[in-house]
């Protein structure tokens, strides 16, 4: 499947990580999200119904990551992947990337660290 729609730089405001601050005074990430769908019929209807609403896409991403606190990005990010293979059934598969601006890294000068995850519907080959 080569037909993907996609969200990118999704910022969000959360309270996950492992130390206590993170928990108490929270962070912002950031996601990317990539979901595999196939768009033929989309692009020859152009009817909202033949796709993925991206809307409603990020409304539940949304609510993840604003939602109840994890210790693990990887966590947040499976939730977000299980979610929307679940509740969106025309996804084959779907890619997150959870980054991590403010990471709590001791001396490190970085733009961000974070996770990326796939996961395809069961049965799906690529």
Do not use: C, N, W
């Amino acid at each position: 499947m080569s037909d993907v729609v996609f969200l990118k730089g999704l910022r969000f405001y959360g309270f996950h990580g492992v130390h206590s601050e993170e928990r108490a005074l929270g962070q912002r990430f950031v996601l990317d999200v990539e979901l595999e769908v196939d768009l033929r019929q989309a692009g020859r209807s152009d009817a909202l119904v033949d796709t993925t609403s991206y809307s409603a896409v990020y409304k539940r991403v949304r609510a993840i990551v604003e939602g109840p606190p994890r210790q693990l990005i990887e966590s947040v990010a499976e939730e977000v992947v299980a979610v929307l293979l679940a509740e969106f059934p025309s996804l084959t598969a779907v890619s997150v990337t959870v980054h991590k601006p403010e990471a709590p890294i001791k001396g490190a000068m970085l733009d961000s660290a974070g996770v990326r995850i796939r996961r395809q519907r069961s049965g799906q080959t690529t």
